[in-house]
């Protein structure tokens, strides 16, 4: 299993020189399997980078799992270059809701006066369907999905295949303002679903000092991050979904942060680390592209 970051910024494109080394475009991860068969998490404005390096419409349906409906992780999904190859197989995979089915609500973004495209004049036909939060099976891997803590429907994934799992929670407020060391397991959202995973990304889009102002806004403190996945026992964390204002020198200073607080927790130097645009990571393993720490 190979995983790719193509977006981790959150809440809004944040382009420009500030943002270069850890990257302005918001979430899009590629997992790609043994068998040549590849997963899209979210598709923000990354996903569009993406789609002009895939070779081809591929010999098998792409499968993209959007983890909740916010622009930031939907709207690069008109300017993917396969949603414009007739040959290509796309499944769009998102969280239920009362309100309409899935494609009516991703819709609502590709359509007039917001798109010049509606989305039954896409050439590559795609397919939406509702994700049961349970246990299925897309070829090779088993696909596990929870609801998580945030605001309206959103979902986590966990991805198993080739001997290793990828988590994925990139918008996650674990503990809505509690302390999570003290909470019972069963009282932390997206404990089951991370638990033991060989790489969990996870939402850490504030500093603990911002985190007060932001209680309830559905995203997680450097504290809570930490602590998620040293609770749920990760082998690894990518931190992701950095706030639009959170330049790369003030990344770099949070890095340092997160290397000093490593042996309090008894962890190995890399155990977590900043998300950046373009890492390579290859679960269970050291990192291709290992997020700065300077």
């Not at 792409?62 to 040959?87: S, Y």
């Not at 590709?110 to 896409?122: C, D, G, M």
């Not at 099976?137 to 429907?153: D, F, L």
Request: aromatic content about 8%; overall charge negative.
């Amino acid at each position: 299993m190979k995983v790719k970051v193509w977006g981790a910024r959150g809440s809004i494109p944040a382009p420009g020189p500030e943002t270069t080394r850890y990257g302005g475009n918001t979430s899009c991860v590629q997992v790609t399997l043994d068998d040549g068969s590849t997963f899209v998490l979210d598709a923000g404005t990354g996903i569009r980078s993406l789609g002009l390096a895939l070779d081809g419409a591929g010999d098998q349906p792409l499968n993209i799992l959007l983890t909740h409906l916010h622009l930031d992780h939907i709207q690069g999904l008109m300017f993917f270059a396969p949603m414009f190859n007739p040959r290509s197989e796309i499944v769009v995979w998102g969280p239920s809701s009362q309100e309409a089915s899935l494609e009516d609500r991703i819709a609502r973004y590709i359509s007039a006066p917001l798109s010049p495209v509606e989305v039954r004049e896409l050439p590559c036909h795609p397919s939406f369907r509702e994700a049961e939060t349970t246990e299925w099976r897309i070829g090779s891997a088993v696909i596990h999905v929870a609801s998580v803590s945030h605001r309206g429907p959103t979902l986590g994934y966990r991805i198993e295949a080739d001997g290793s799992s990828v988590c994925y929670i990139p918008d996650h407020e674990p503990g809505l303002g509690a302390p999570l060391n003290s909470l019972e397991e069963e009282w932390i959202s997206g404990f089951d679903l991370a638990r033991g995973a060989s790489l969990l990304i996870h939402d850490c889009q504030y500093t603990d000092e911002e985190y007060p102002g932001h209680i309830g806004w559905g995203h997680s403190p450097l504290r809570d991050t930490l602590a998620f996945a040293h609770r749920t026992d990760v082998e690894s964390v990518l931190l992701f979904h950095h706030d639009p204002l959170h330049n790369d020198g003030f990344m770099d200073q949070l890095a340092v942060e997160v290397s000093g607080r490593l042996p309090i927790m008894e962890r190995p130097e890399g155990w977590a680390g900043f998300a950046t645009e373009r890492q390579e990571l290859q679960p269970g393993r050291v990192a291709e592209g290992e997020a700065a720490t300077s």
